[in-house]
Structure formats: C-alpha cells, structure tokens
T-cell receptor, first 116, second 112 residues
Framework: DTAVSQTPKYLVTQMGNDKSIKCEQN?????MYWYKQDSKKFLKIMFS???????INETVPNRFSPKSPDKAHLNLHINSLELGDSAVYFC???????????????FGAGSRLTVL | DQQVKQNSPSLSVQEGRISILNCDYT??????FLWYKKYPAEGPTFLIS?????DKNEDGRFTVFLNKSAKHLSLHIVPSQPGDSAVYFC???????????FGTGTRLKVLA
C-alpha cells in the first residue's frame, strides 16, 4: 500500500496546455510538499501546506497553483505550460513538530512532465 | 545561492570498502539534517538524520557525522554493497521551519 502516491507518473503535453498532478498520502501526516527536480537534478521546494494552510510558497510562476482539499491530498495545477516546466515533480509529506527533529519527509515516486 | 552543496557529483567504491559522502552548508540557522537515497525512477527514500545538538548518529551500516564549526556533514557507509549504488542527497532545515533545502546529490557506484 503506497504511502505517498502521485498520478500520473508520466505526462507528455504540448506547450500552452493546462495540466494537473495529484498527490495523496495515507500516512496521516499533516504537512505536504511539492518539490521540482529539474534537468540539473536540483531538488527545489515549490510549495508546502500544513493542515490545508499554505505555509511555503517559493518563487514560482503564478501559472503554478497548488490546491489542498484536505490534509491527505495536495494537487498541483499548471497553466499555460512552457518548455522549461519539463521536470520531475515530487510530492512529499511529513508529520511532526517543526521545532523538533521528527519532521522527516516521505516522498512519492515522482511525476515526469515533458512539455513539447 | 545554493545553501547546501555536495561538491562531488560522483563516487566509485569497491564492495566491502567504506563510502564517504560529503555535504557542506552555509546557513548557520540549519539545525536538522537528513540524508536520502534515490534510485532511478523512484522518489528519494529517507536514510538517516542528525540534529545539530549531536555530532554523530549511527544506524546499522550508516553513520552521519556533523561538524558544526565547519558547517560540514558526511555520510559513511560501511561496508558498501552493490545495492547501495544510487544518488545520495543531503538536506538541511532551519529551526522552526518546514523547509528542507536539498543538496545537488552525489551518485555512488559500488563496484562488485
């Protein structure tokens, strides 16, 4: 039973399209994240939600919009896709007090987005 | 500005020997550090962590050392096994935040 699951695993689309990636976790965690791994393999944080509240919003184009309908789900919607959006997007979740050391990330398998 | 750096993009080690992966950071507010292993087409998986109040943490074959004055941490794998071949990422978090900053990764190849 997958702890953090993302769909789709692969997504190929044309420039200008709008697409969504979905993420669900069954770990009972209260914080979820989106990370982007680009062609240089950097893992960069994009967004984070804690109990459905946006707590991290890095410098990301407005075309990216996260949505957290509940604690177990965090979706990523991307409008007007561009070539540079091609990357692997990882969802992650964590649980624990941010003031303690219990806040370890559990990652999904990733969603590879290719924009043509 | 890359706050967490892994200066060795790759490392090859013979099976049975020690693998040492290094990580440097610049932000003195970082107080918690994680190491992750990543196989191709999979998500990163958690290996071991260390808090800034410690200088060493051990879990089986994996040991992480932290040198706060040098802002340096290292992951030791002893003995190395072919199944350890993967990309290893270190990550750091500042106190009171949820934001982990990841290094650029080191590809470890353990030769049989």
């Amino acid at each position: 039973d997958t702890a953090v699951s993302q769909t789709p695993k692969y997504l190929v689309t044309q420039m200008g399209n709008d697409k969504s990636i979905k993420c669900e976790q069954n770990l009972g965690h209260d914080t979820m994240y989106w990370y982007k791994q680009d062609s240089k393999k950097f893992l960069k944080i994009m967004f984070s939600y804690n109990n459905k509240e946006l707590i991290i919003n890095e410098t990301v184009p407005n075309r990216f919009s996260p949505k957290s309908p509940d604690k177990a789900h965090l979706n990523l919607h991307i409008n007007s896709l561009e070539l540079g959006d091609s990357a692997v997007y990882f969802c992650a979740s964590s649980h624990g007090d941010r003031l303690s050391g219990a806040n370890v990330l559990t990652f999904g398998a990733g969603s590879r987005l290719t924009v043509l | 500005d890359q706050q967490v750096k892994q200066n060795s993009p790759s490392l090859s080690v013979q099976e049975g020997r020690i693998s040492i992966l290094n990580c440097d950071y610049t932000n003195s507010m970082f107080d918690y550090f994680l190491w992750y292993k990543k196989y191709p087409a999979e998500g990163p998986t958690f290996l071991i962590s260390i808090s800034s109040i410690k200088d060493k943490n051990e879990d089986g074959r994996f040991t992480v050392f932290l040198n706060k004055s040098a802002k340096h941490l290292s992951l030791h794998i002893v003995p190395s096994q072919p199944g350890d071949s993967a990309v290893y990422f270190c990550a750091a978090r500042a106190s009171g935040t949820y934001k982990y900053i990841f290094g650029t990764g080191t590809r470890l190849k353990v030769l049989a």
